[in-house]
């Protein structure tokens, strides 16, 4: 006997597979409010914290680069990660979230090495100019650096996917968090890397070509410089020529911007060892009619600054004559 199947009906289809939205990368501006969330977060919970001990904390150096870059690396590796669901505050604030090309969060690995190549260049890069002037670390610097720009250059105009290096490297994305399928990406223009080829040539050789020309016109600044650095206490040196009109005269000013470790013994027997190397390595400073040391003390942990400033103006024969007062040891 023939058997016959039963008619095709919506009763005997096969239901409809669910069919997931993509999802589709940010736009820069959230991101960029979202990261501004989550530094400040950083920021006042490093303040509140460090407040009562604002003296100890001024001490610690260099080191405080060093903690704040860890700090902030392990923040955004937690929680851009499978363990914070791929949204920091900010990411939760602005509904964003970082994730695969599936649509699933990051491991913490993956996220660590994200958030590693996207802020150790930037801490790197703010403080170079505490760090030797050696052409070795001269050229690291700039590597680093060109990591860093290339991140914010990708991230900024690289409009298909919004995927800097680190993200690259993680294999992740910054999406929105209305959909939960896929991510919609297509291949990154090729141009891209051309053009920040480019620019990065155009600025290393512009710095390049500028410094050059200052230590030419000005080959004292080198020895004032190096010596400087050398001074017990000093972690960074800045040297500025500026004028400003006192009662209708124009008043030349020497200012040596210095930021002190904290260990100094005085601020006073700390400056006279910024001026003694000054008028050492740079004669011109006689010719100037004031002498200033800017004394900087605090901590910059990158998401949290804090200093105290004290000015010390002299003239050159003030100086001098305090300087020949005191031992030969100092």
Same mark, same amino acid.
Not at 283 to 307: C, D, L
């Given at each position: 006997?023939?058997?016959?199947?039963?008619?095709?009906?919506?009763?005997?289809?096969?239901?409809?597979?669910?069919?997931?939205?993509?999802?589709?990368?940010?736009?820069?501006?959230?991101?960029?409010i979202a990261y501004a969330v989550d530094k400040f977060i950083l920021g006042t919970a490093a303040v509140i914290l460090?407040?009562?001990?604002?003296?100890?904390?001024?001490?610690?150096?260099?080191?405080?680069?060093?903690?704040?870059?860890?700090?902030?690396?392990?923040?955004?590796?937690?929680?851009?990660?499978?363990?914070?669901?791929?949204?920091?505050?900010?990411?939760?604030?602005?509904?964003?979230?970082?994730?695969?090309?599936?649509?699933?969060?990051?491991?913490f690995d993956r996220s660590l090495l994200r958030s590693t190549i996207f802020l150790l260049p930037v801490y790197v890069?703010?403080?170079?100019?505490?760090?030797?002037?050696?052409?070795?670390?001269?050229?690291?610097?700039?590597?680093?650096?060109?990591?860093?720009?290339?991140?914010?250059?990708?991230?900024?105009?690289?409009?298909?996917?919004? $995927?800097?290096?680190?993200?690259?490297?993680? *294999? #992740?994305? /910054?999406? =929105?968090?209305?959909? !939960?399928?896929?991510?919609? @990406?297509?291949?990154?223009?090729?141009?891209?890397?051309?053009?920040?080829?480019?620019?990065?040539?155009?600025?290393?050789?512009?710095?390049?070509?500028?410094?050059?020309?200052?230590?030419?016109?000005?080959?004292?600044?080198?020895?004032?410089?190096?010596?400087?650095?050398?001074?017990?206490?000093? $972690?960074?040196?800045?040297?500025?020529?500026? *004028? #400003?009109? /006192?009662? =209708?005269?124009?008043? !030349?000013?020497?200012?040596? @911007?210095?930021?002190?470790?904290?260990?100094?013994?005085?601020?006073?027997?700390?400056?006279?060892?910024?001026?003694?190397?000054?008028?050492?390595?740079?004669?011109?400073?006689?010719?100037?009619?004031?002498?200033?040391?800017?004394?900087?003390?605090?901590?910059?942990?990158?998401?949290?600054?804090?200093?105290?400033?004290?000015?010390?103006?002299?003239?050159?024969?003030?100086?001098?004559?305090?300087?020949?007062?005191?031992?030969?040891?100092?």
């Open positions: 006997m023939e058997s016959t199947a039963p008619p095709l009906t919506t009763e005997y289809a096969p239901p409809d597979r669910e069919i997931i939205p993509p999802r589709f990368v940010s736009p820069a501006w959230r991101r960029a460090t407040f009562p001990f604002f003296k100890f904390v001024a001490r610690l150096g260099s080191w405080s680069a060093i903690i704040g870059c860890a700090v902030d690396v392990t923040y955004f590796a937690i929680l851009d990660s499978q363990i914070g669901n791929g949204q920091s505050p900010g990411k939760r604030l602005m509904n964003v979230q970082v994730v695969d090309v599936l649509g699933k969060t990051i491991s890069s703010m403080y170079w100019s505490s760090l030797p002037r050696e052409p070795a670390m001269a050229l690291m610097v700039i590597a680093i650096a060109t990591v860093a720009c290339a991140n914010y250059y990708l991230v900024l105009f690289n409009h298909d996917t919004r $995927q800097g290096l680190h993200d690259l490297a993680a *294999g #992740s994305f /910054v999406t =929105g968090t209305d959909r !939960r399928g896929a991510v919609a @990406t297509h291949p990154i223009w090729a141009m891209h890397w051309l053009i920040f080829a480019m620019v990065m040539a155009i600025l290393i050789l512009a710095g390049l070509i500028g410094n050059t020309w200052m230590m030419s016109n000005h080959p004292e600044l080198k020895n004032i410089t190096r010596a400087l650095v050398g001074v017990e206490g000093a $972690q960074q040196i800045r040297i500025i020529n500026t *004028g #400003s009109a /006192v009662d =209708g005269n124009q008043k !030349r000013i020497l200012e040596i @911007t210095v930021v002190g470790d904290g260990k100094s013994a005085g601020e006073e027997a700390f400056a006279d060892r910024v001026v003694k190397q000054i008028f050492e390595n740079y004669p011109a400073a006689e010719h100037f009619n004031v002498v200033r040391v800017s004394i900087s003390q605090g901590y910059n942990f990158g998401f949290a600054y804090s200093r105290s400033v004290r000015n010390i103006d002299r003239t050159p024969a003030e100086w001098k004559s305090r300087l020949a007062a005191l031992p030969d040891d100092n």
